[in-house]
């Protein structure tokens, strides 16, 4: 063969293999990028789409045209299901634009995109103390895609707002070694399996959560998330700056657009409180409750449609019985671990915030109800630490390493209590 | 601007080769030439354009001088004007890459407060300085008599090489321009197409796809002590990414010329197989070595020699070499010429100590030479026995030293060392025993501790050294491959007396050739290399 005819047959083989692998990656849509299941019918849950959130949701929501929009991070993603029976008829569809890792200021980014494309009647946002956490520390508010090329939905840095960044998601989801390989990883997931996927309305299945209580034991997970949280807290414990700033531009954005927002504290597993209880951040804990009512009852004041739900606490369903190590067998009906509720829970939150659901389960916060709340939180805690006494000791035990990795074994000069907040910017 | 970037390949490069094959066809090889020019200089300023002046009054300065050097009889104003050009092109070199080193170096040892200005490195500023002085040099020693402005430019600019080599000679590259008539080629493009795939291959999938596991180890290293599974982890991994990055970006580099019908240099051939340290350094950014062996080790070693003939000394006599001979002739030049190595390589002290380090194999291995045919005479069984001790000596001399050469401090590859030496134990992620409960035991009897760190990450870092170490060490390189087809040009002994050898036409049992099944094969690595250009992509040769 001449050199000549090589290279014609070089170049028309690579030209028609890159054609086969952008029509098949646009044929399984591993990211729900196109919406190509429209056509093909192919609606199975994707599972790589878990891992490039802000690329699938900024495509997913110019199609889904939902009544409900959901904010938030993973706890949003995983916890609470567009498709449960407690949304009423009026509020559906409702699509999860939780982004697992993403911060407030991401959030409200999403937000603004999210309703300059769609016009949804009601928006649920999940709001943290952790994500509050302010710039200096190491915040808990990173995004998910940090080393991703910049300039695109899936560096997570903006939603796609022009051709050339679009261009470049398109060509991503189309030809990317990431895409083919998750193309082929789709068509190999199958549904129940130990492997979180994305369903078209963009809940995730929390498989790899089932995968990791099943294979490692409840016991096992909630010590690892626990040990990780503490060390998280306890670094930024020591300079404690709250940022709120982007929850005000939130409720903002909503009167602008006349969208009604609920905001929602969501809950952890009662570790979490007794974790800030022992990094000392108990009060500004406390303060950063406070300083969300009184955005939301500064909104109200204007006649804005905000309210405020907390589902943190000591409840039944946020101190359900953590099963004994080595026991795979039993399973928790409400979290996964300590920062993941189940859907069932969510189910809950979602009913008690349409009027229905346990009326014990879940307090709407304003200045009227906000110091009978906090009262009842401190009785409640004060409560369960009486009775739980191992709890206390073995999260008190996790303090300590977290503080002697941190300050050098100076574990009291980590632990400043009553330190008042450093700076809360809500306005 | 990147050989691995969509601007580069669909932009630049398409360009670029039009322009040039247009222009010879039409104008005739000059204006091809002068359009070379242009376009390396553009692809220097797509770095940074403000350093472009630098470069262009770099190469006329030196160009001034080797004029000037032509128009002299006497070797001795020659010299004059060498060590002039010497002492500017140095001067620049070391103001820009070594000033900063300098200066924190006094800092750090007496205490003083230097100001230390923080200024972006010229793109490849070792390599075109070295360049240059090596032709002035010859041009000193009056072994080269003329030389066009326009040849001498290219020389210097020529985008393949300009950023990270190979480096070239001015006899393995003037020859070929006086030649050149830069027209389209069937052939030409097809091999130049074929070693361009292979490189990007090797960079962007290879050495990027490990890249993302190796980065993280150092980043720990940075923060304390590394147990023994992940400081070998550090180790093998960045020592494959080097390889498979730089190997690639020289393969990449000798496609791209040979598209214009230019041959480079053979850079790298199969390193991580030697089975000696001395046998490395043969196989390992060759051009380099060739280089400083031309121009530091052997003037080193004869000004010696010959400072020991005349003092009536001994020098070096095979098996009966004194230690004194040896350490002179031998040590000595040796550890110049690895320092200037690792010092070329870096401003930094952790560059220094590779180099040493390397020294230190490299002289070992020469003594070990030396001594050996006293007490092994027998030459095949010696081979025999050797070849493969040696190659497992030399790739773990290799691996201990490598990460020298990535850490950011020297208590950083302190840190990955000691842990290669089980100084720091060895840990692994709690969840493998947790999933393998009777395992646990037995790893805990070997003193094997746990951490939280991730499994997944743990098993896929070392899934990526197994399957690189195969490549490296199993199949024939692409060069070999290629071999009928004169991929790449190599000078054997001497870059100042030796001749110009094409590639020698070795045995290899897998060789190209235009087929059916090849070009299926380089398309499908053609397709994967494309799919493979979005990810991110680290810049080893910033500074160089």
Same mark, same amino acid.
């Given at each position: 063969?001449?050199?000549?005819?090589?290279?014609?047959?070089?170049?028309?083989?690579?030209?028609?293999?890159?054609?086969?692998?952008?029509?098949?990656?646009?044929?399984?849509?591993?990211?729900?990028?196109?919406?190509?299941?429209?056509?093909?019918?192919?609606?199975?849950?994707?599972?790589?789409?878990?891992?490039?959130?802000?690329?699938?949701?900024?495509?997913?929501?110019?199609?889904?045209?939902?009544?409900?929009?959901?904010?938030?991070?993973?706890?949003?993603?995983?916890?609470?299901?567009?498709?449960?029976?407690?949304?009423?008829?009026?509020?559906?569809?409702?699509?999860?634009?939780?982004?697992?890792?993403?911060?407030?200021?991401?959030?409200?980014?999403?937000?603004?995109?999210?309703?300059?494309?769609?016009?949804?009647?009601?928006?649920?946002?999940?709001?943290?103390?952790?994500?509050?956490?302010?710039?200096?520390?190491?915040?808990?508010?990173?995004?998910?895609?940090?080393?991703?090329?910049?300039?695109?939905?899936?560096?997570?840095?903006?939603?796609?707002?022009?051709?050339?960044?679009?261009?470049?998601?398109?060509?991503?989801?189309?030809?990317?070694?990431?895409?083919?390989?998750?193309?082929?990883?789709?068509?190999?997931?199958?549904?129940?399996?130990?492997?979180?996927?994305?369903?078209?309305?963009?809940?995730?299945?929390?498989?790899?959560?089932?995968?990791?209580?099943?294979?490692?034991?409840?016991?096992?997970?909630?010590?690892?998330?626990?040990?990780?949280?503490?060390?998280?807290?306890?670094?930024?414990?020591?300079?404690?700056?709250?940022?709120?700033?982007?929850?005000?531009?939130?409720?903002?954005?909503?009167?602008?657009?006349?969208?009604?927002?609920?905001?929602?504290?969501?809950?952890?597993?009662?570790?979490?409180?007794?974790?800030?209880?022992?990094?000392?951040?108990?009060?500004?804990?406390?303060?950063?409750?406070?300083?969300?009512?009184?955005?939301?009852?500064?909104?109200?004041?204007?006649?804005?449609?905000?309210?405020?739900?907390?589902?943190?606490?000591?409840?039944?369903?946020?101190?359900?019985?953590?099963?004994?190590?080595?026991?795979?067998?039993?399973?928790?009906?409400?979290?996964?671990?300590?920062?993941?509720?189940?859907?069932?829970?969510?189910?809950?939150?979602?009913?008690?915030?349409?009027?229905?659901?346990?009326?014990?389960?879940?307090?709407?916060?304003?200045?009227?109800?906000?110091?009978?709340?906090?009262?009842?939180?401190?009785?409640?805690?004060?409560?369960?630490?009486?009775?739980?006494?191992?709890?206390?000791?073995?999260?008190?035990?996790?303090?300590?390493?977290?503080?002697?990795?941190?300050?050098?074994?100076?574990?009291?000069?980590?632990?400043?209590?009553?330190?008042?907040?450093?700076?809360?910017?809500?306005? | 601007?990147?050989?691995?970037?969509?601007?580069?390949?669909?932009?630049?490069?398409?360009?670029?080769?039009?322009?040039?094959?247009?222009?010879?066809?039409?104008?005739?090889?000059?204006?091809?030439?002068?359009?070379?020019?242009?376009?390396?200089?553009?692809?220097?300023?797509?770095?940074?354009?403000?350093?472009?002046?630098?470069?262009?009054?770099?190469?006329?300065?030196?160009?001034?001088?080797?004029?000037?050097?032509?128009?002299?009889?006497?070797?001795?104003?020659?010299?004059?004007?060498?060590?002039?050009?010497?002492?500017?092109?140095?001067?620049?070199?070391?103001?820009?890459?070594?000033?900063?080193?300098?200066?924190?170096?006094?800092?750090?040892?007496?205490?003083?407060?230097?100001?230390?200005?923080?200024?972006?490195?010229?793109?490849?500023?070792?390599?075109? =300085?070295?360049?240059?002085?090596?032709?002035?040099?010859?041009?000193?020693?009056?072994?080269?008599?003329?030389?066009?402005?326009?040849?001498?430019?290219?020389?210097?600019?020529?985008?393949?090489?300009?950023?990270?080599?190979?480096?070239?000679?001015?006899?393995?590259?003037?020859?070929?321009?006086?030649?050149?008539?830069?027209?389209?080629?069937?052939?030409?493009?097809?091999?130049?197409?074929?070693?361009?795939?292979?490189?990007?291959?090797?960079?962007?999938?290879?050495?990027?796809?490990?890249?993302?596991?190796?980065?993280?180890?150092?980043?720990?290293?940075?923060?304390?002590?590394?147990?023994?599974?992940?400081?070998?982890?550090?180790?093998?991994?960045?020592?494959?990414?080097?390889?498979?990055?730089?190997?690639?970006?020289?393969?990449?580099?000798?496609?791209?010329?040979?598209?214009?019908?230019?041959?480079?240099?053979?850079?790298?051939?199969?390193?991580?197989?030697?089975?000696?340290?001395?046998?490395?350094?043969?196989?390992?950014?060759?051009?380099?070595?060739?280089?400083?062996?031309?121009?530091?080790?052997?003037?080193?070693?004869?000004?010696?020699?010959?400072?020991?003939?005349?003092?009536?000394?001994?020098?070096?006599?095979?098996?009966?070499? =004194?230690?004194?001979?040896?350490?002179?002739?031998?040590?000595?030049?040796?550890?110049?010429?690895?320092?200037?190595?690792?010092?070329?390589?870096?401003?930094?002290?952790?560059?220094?100590?590779?180099?040493?380090?390397?020294?230190?194999?490299?002289?070992?291995?020469?003594?070990?030479?030396?001594?050996?045919?006293?007490?092994?005479?027998?030459?095949?069984?010696?081979?025999?026995?050797?070849?493969?001790?040696?190659?497992?000596?030399?790739?773990?001399?290799?691996?201990?030293?490598?990460?020298?050469?990535?850490?950011?401090?020297?208590?950083?590859?302190?840190?990955?060392?000691?842990?290669?030496?089980?100084?720091?134990?060895?840990?692994?992620?709690?969840?493998?025993?947790?999933?393998?409960?009777?395992?646990?035991?037995?790893?805990?009897?070997?003193?094997?501790?746990?951490?939280?760190?991730?499994?997944?990450?743990?098993?896929? =870092?070392?899934?990526?050294?197994?399957?690189?170490?195969?490549?490296?060490?199993?199949?024939?390189?692409?060069?070999?491959?290629?071999?009928?087809?004169?991929?790449?040009?190599?000078?054997?002994?001497?870059?100042?007396?030796?001749?110009?050898?094409?590639?020698?036409?070795?045995?290899?049992?897998?060789?190209?050739?235009?087929?059916?099944?090849?070009?299926?094969?380089?398309?499908?690595?053609?397709?994967?290399?494309?799919?493979?250009?979005?990810?991110?992509?680290?810049?080893?040769?910033?500074?160089?």
């Amino acid at each position: 063969m001449g050199m000549r005819k090589f290279l014609q047959i070089w170049a028309a083989i690579a030209v028609a293999l890159l054609l086969a692998v952008g029509l098949f990656n646009y044929m399984v849509d591993p990211y729900w990028v196109f919406g190509s299941d429209r056509f093909t019918g192919f609606q199975r849950p994707r599972a790589d789409a878990i891992d490039h959130p802000t690329l699938a949701k900024a495509y997913m929501i110019r199609r889904a045209n939902p009544s409900t929009l959901l904010m938030g991070a993973s706890r949003v993603e995983i916890g609470f299901n567009p498709q449960s029976r407690e949304w009423p008829d009026r509020l559906r569809p409702v699509f999860n634009m939780g982004l697992p890792g993403s911060s407030l200021k991401r959030r409200f980014d999403y937000l603004r995109y999210a309703l300059s494309v769609s016009k949804p009647k009601l928006v649920v946002m999940e709001v943290t103390f952790e994500e509050s956490f302010g710039p200096s520390g190491k915040s808990a508010g990173a995004t998910v895609a940090d080393n991703a090329p910049p300039h695109s939905a899936e560096a997570g840095d903006a939603p796609p707002t022009n051709w050339l960044q679009e261009v470049r998601d398109y060509g991503f989801a189309l030809w990317s070694l990431s895409a083919l390989q998750d193309s082929v990883s789709t068509l190999l997931h199958y549904p129940g399996s130990h492997q979180s996927a994305m369903t078209g309305t963009g809940f995730s299945t929390g498989g790899d959560l089932r995968e990791a209580a099943d294979i490692d034991g409840y016991n096992y997970v909630f010590a690892l998330k626990n040990a990780e949280k503490m060390r998280r807290v306890v670094a930024w414990s020591q300079h404690r700056t709250i940022d709120l700033t982007a929850v005000q531009r939130i409720v903002t954005l909503c009167r602008e657009k006349g969208t009604p927002l609920v905001i929602v504290v969501t809950p952890g597993y009662v570790d979490e409180l007794e974790i800030y209880q022992e990094a000392g951040v108990w009060e500004t804990y406390r303060n950063w409750k406070r300083a969300l009512i009184e955005i939301v009852a500064s909104a109200a004041r204007k006649g804005d449609d905000v309210s405020l739900w907390n589902f943190s606490g000591y409840s039944a369903y946020t101190t359900e019985a953590i099963p004994r190590a080595q026991d795979r067998h039993t399973q928790m009906k409400w979290f996964w671990e300590t920062n993941h509720f189940k859907p069932a829970l969510g189910d809950l939150m979602i009913g008690r915030i349409m009027g229905k659901g346990p009326a014990e389960f879940g307090t709407l916060l304003t200045p009227d109800t906000g110091e009978a709340e906090q009262a009842g939180l401190e009785s409640a805690r004060l409560s369960y630490e009486n009775t739980h006494a191992e709890d206390r000791a073995r999260l008190r035990a996790l303090y300590a390493g977290a503080a002697h990795a941190l300050c050098g074994g100076n574990a009291a000069g980590c632990n400043s209590m009553n330190k008042p907040l450093k700076s809360t910017r809500n306005n | 601007m990147l050989f691995n970037s969509y601007s580069f390949i669909f932009l630049f490069l398409p360009v670029v080769l039009s322009g040039c094959f247009l222009l010879a066809r039409f104008l005739g090889a000059r204006w091809a030439h002068i359009w070379l020019i242009g376009a390396s200089l553009y692809f220097y300023s797509a770095w940074n354009l403000s350093y472009l002046p630098l470069l262009l009054g770099s190469i006329l300065f030196n160009f001034s001088i080797a004029f000037l050097m032509t128009r002299q009889e006497s070797g001795a104003v020659r010299r004059v004007l060498l060590l002039i050009a010497i002492l500017v092109d140095v001067g620049l070199l070391g103001y820009y890459k070594y000033s900063n080193f300098f200066l924190s170096s006094v800092n750090a040892a007496a205490g003083t407060q230097f100001h230390i200005e923080a200024f972006l490195l010229p793109l490849g500023i070792s390599f075109w =300085t070295f360049q240059q002085l090596t032709l002035l040099v010859d041009f000193s020693a009056a072994t080269i008599k003329e030389i066009r402005l326009k040849d001498f430019i290219l020389f210097i600019t020529f985008f393949p090489h300009l950023i990270a080599g190979p480096i070239v000679h001015h006899r393995e590259m003037m020859p070929q321009f006086e030649v050149a008539t830069y027209r389209f080629d069937w052939r030409n493009m097809a091999v130049g197409v074929v070693l361009f795939v292979s490189g990007l291959f090797k960079k962007a999938v290879l050495a990027d796809g490990i890249a993302a596991y190796v980065s993280p180890l150092y980043a720990d290293a940075a923060g304390g002590p590394v147990t023994l599974f992940y400081a070998w982890a550090a180790a093998l991994g960045f020592l494959l990414q080097i390889y498979f990055d730089f190997s690639g970006y020289s393969e990449m580099a000798l496609g791209l010329a040979r598209m214009v019908g230019i041959k480079l240099p053979m850079n790298f051939n199969s390193p991580l197989k030697a089975t000696s340290v001395i046998d490395f350094w043969s196989r390992w950014h060759i051009t380099l070595t060739r280089f400083l062996t031309a121009y530091i080790y052997n003037p080193l070693v004869m000004t010696i020699t010959r400072r020991r003939v005349k003092q009536g000394k001994k020098i070096m006599a095979g098996p009966r070499t =004194t230690a004194g001979a040896f350490a002179w002739l031998v040590g000595v030049p040796i550890m110049a010429t690895m320092f200037s190595s690792g010092l070329w390589h870096g401003a930094n002290w952790t560059f220094i100590l590779w180099g040493v380090l390397h020294g230190f194999y490299l002289i070992v291995n020469h003594g070990w030479r030396t001594v050996r045919p006293r007490f092994w005479t027998n030459k095949e069984s010696y081979q025999r026995m050797m070849v493969p001790v040696g190659f497992v000596l030399t790739f773990a001399a290799v691996s201990f030293a490598i990460p020298l050469f990535r850490a950011e401090s020297a208590d950083a590859a302190f840190n990955v060392m000691s842990g290669m030496l089980g100084l720091h134990g060895a840990a692994m992620p709690e969840a493998i025993p947790h999933r393998l409960p009777g395992l646990a035991y037995a790893l805990s009897g070997l003193g094997i501790t746990f951490t939280t760190q991730s499994m997944t990450t743990f098993l896929t =870092t070392g899934a990526w050294i197994f399957a690189l170490l195969l490549i490296a060490f199993i199949p024939p390189n692409v060069l070999e491959m290629m071999r009928n087809y004169e991929p790449a040009i190599t000078m054997p002994g001497n870059t100042s007396q030796g001749r110009i050898e094409l590639w020698p036409h070795a045995k290899a049992p897998v060789s190209w050739r235009p087929s059916l099944i090849w070009a299926s094969l380089i398309a499908a690595l053609a397709t994967i290399d494309l799919l493979a250009l979005n990810r991110v992509s680290e810049f080893l040769y910033w500074k160089f």
